[in-house]
C-alpha cells in the first residue's frame, strides 16, 4: 500500500514570495491533516479536511495560509507571502476517517527555509 | 491547548526502562503517541481511547488516567531502535493537539 506523498521535498524561497504544497493521502482515506513543525516542537495542526469539507481551520493563520481540497483526494497548501518565522517542516497525514480509534499515517514533509 | 510532556529528554542504557508521560488540563477523549526519527515522519505507537480500548504496536505499552487527564508511556528493555522523539497527541472535540515531545536516546 502506497504511503502519504508529499512534494517538493524542500524549499527555499526569499520573504514575501509565495510558495505551495502537495500531498497525496493514502487511497480511501477521507481525512486528511496539515501540521507544521518547527525545530525543536511538537506537529502543530493547522486544517483538518473530512472529504472536501474543512472540519477545523482555527490555527491557520488565515492571512497568508490557505488549503484546499477540492476533489477530496489530494490538497495543496499554500502561503502567500511567506515570513521568516513560517521556516519549518509541514507535514501531511491522513487517516481512514475522523474516528478516534484512527491512526494518522504521515508524510515524509516538505522542510521550508525562508531567507 | 496543547498537552504537557515529561521529561523533555532522557538517555538510557540498552535494556534499561523509561516512562514518558503526557498531561492535559482538559478532559481527553484519546491519547495518541507517535515516534518520530531524526528528519523522519513520525510514525504511529498507540492509541488509548476513554474507556479502556487500546491499538498499537504488541512491544509498546501505555496507560491512560481518565480522572487525572494523563498518560504514560512505558518503553521496556529499550534497544537503540527506540531512540528518536516521542510525541504525544491528545483529541479534544476531534481536535489533535500534540506535546513538545520527549527526546530519548538509547547509548550501547
Given amino acids: ?115 | 491547548q496543547q498537552p504537557v510532556q515529561s521529561p523533555q529528554a532522557v538517555i538510557l542504557r540498552e535494556g534499561e526502562d523509561a516512562v514518558i508521560n503526557c498531561s492535559s488540563s482538559k478532559a481527553l477523549y484519546s491519547v495518541h503517541w507517535y515516534r518520530q526519527k531524526h528528519g523522519e515522519a513520525p510514525v504511529f505507537l498507540m492509541i488509548l481511547l476513554k474507556g479502556g480500548e487500546q491499538k498499537g504496536h504488541e512491544k509498546i505499552s501505555a496507560s491512560f488516567n481518565e480522572k487525572k487527564q494523563q498518560s504514560s508511556l512505558y518503553l521496556t528493555a529499550s534497544q537503540l531502535s527506540y531512540s528518536g522523539t516521542y510525541f504525544c497527541g491528545t483529541e479534544i472535540n476531534n481536535d489533535m493537539r500534540f506535546g513538545a515531545g520527549t527526546r530519548l536516546t538509547v547509548k550501547p
Fill in chain 1, 1 to 115: 500500500e502506497a504511503g502519504v506523498a508529499q512534494s517538493p521535498r524542500y524549499k527555499i524561497i526569499e520573504k514575501r514570495q509565495s510558495v505551495a504544497f502537495w500531498c497525496n493521502p493514502i487511497s480511501g482515506h477521507a481525512t486528511l491533516y496539515w501540521y507544521q513543525q518547527i525545530l525543536g516542537q511538537g506537529p502543530k495542526l493547522l486544517i483538518q479536511f473530512q472529504n472536501n469539507g474543512v472540519v477545523d481551520d482555527s490555527q491557520l493563520p488565515k492571512d497568508r495560509f490557505s488549503a484546499e481540497r477540492l476533489k477530496g483526494v489530494d490538497s495543496t497548501l499554500k502561503i502567500q507571502p511567506a515570513k521568516l518565522e513560517d521556516s519549518a517542516v509541514y507535514l501531511c497525514a491522513s487517516s481512514p476517517n475522523r474516528n478516534s480509534n484512527n491512526e494518522q499515517f504521515f508524510g515524509p514533509g516538505t522542510r521550508l527555509t525562508v531567507l
